[in-house]
């Protein structure tokens, strides 16, 4: 006796990607905030490094990408600091402080 799957697994895929669609959405969400976090947390001499925030999206079938950058040629001396400038860290605050409620929002999908 054969049995019938085919709706079972068209319904299947759909809530797959479904799911993939609002887990891309959070990712995406939680970039935005770090970076908007990071934005408040940068000090301002001329406005470059605050202006210098970015952050760009990538998606594939397999896998899913944010990355928040700062190409001001000076950010990481003061992200880390010197050995002569203390460190004023912008983005490491905003990763700690975002990434435990995307995390959170992702363990979610499993219960």
Do not use: C, H
């Given at each position: 006796?054969?049995?019938?799957?085919?709706?079972?697994?068209?319904?299947?895929?759909?809530?797959?990607?479904t799911?993939?669609?609002?887990?891309?959405?959070?990712?995406?969400?939680?970039?935005?905030?770090?970076?908007?976090?990071?934005?408040?947390?940068?000090?301002?001499?001329?406005?470059?490094?605050?202006?210098?925030?970015?952050?760009?999206?990538?998606?594939?079938?397999?896998?899913?990408?944010?990355?928040?950058?700062?190409?001001?040629?000076?950010?990481?001396?003061?992200?880390?600091?010197?050995?002569?400038?203390?460190?004023q860290?912008?983005?490491?605050?905003?990763?700690?402080?975002?990434?435990?409620?995307?995390?959170?929002?992702?363990?979610?999908?499993?219960?």
């Open positions: 006796m054969d049995i019938d799957t085919s709706a079972f697994e068209r319904t299947a895929k759909a809530y797959l990607r799911v993939e669609d609002q887990l891309y959405k959070d990712l995406v969400g939680a970039g935005q905030e770090i970076r908007n976090e990071s934005v408040r947390a940068t000090p301002v001499d001329t406005g470059a490094l605050r202006a210098g925030w970015q952050v760009r999206q990538s998606r594939t079938q397999y896998t899913a990408e944010v990355e928040i950058f700062n190409k001001v040629p000076y950010a990481g001396f003061v992200e880390y600091g010197t050995r002569y400038q203390r460190s860290p912008m983005l490491r605050p905003a990763v700690n402080k975002i990434l435990p409620r995307l995390i959170a929002k992702i363990r979610r999908y499993g219960k």
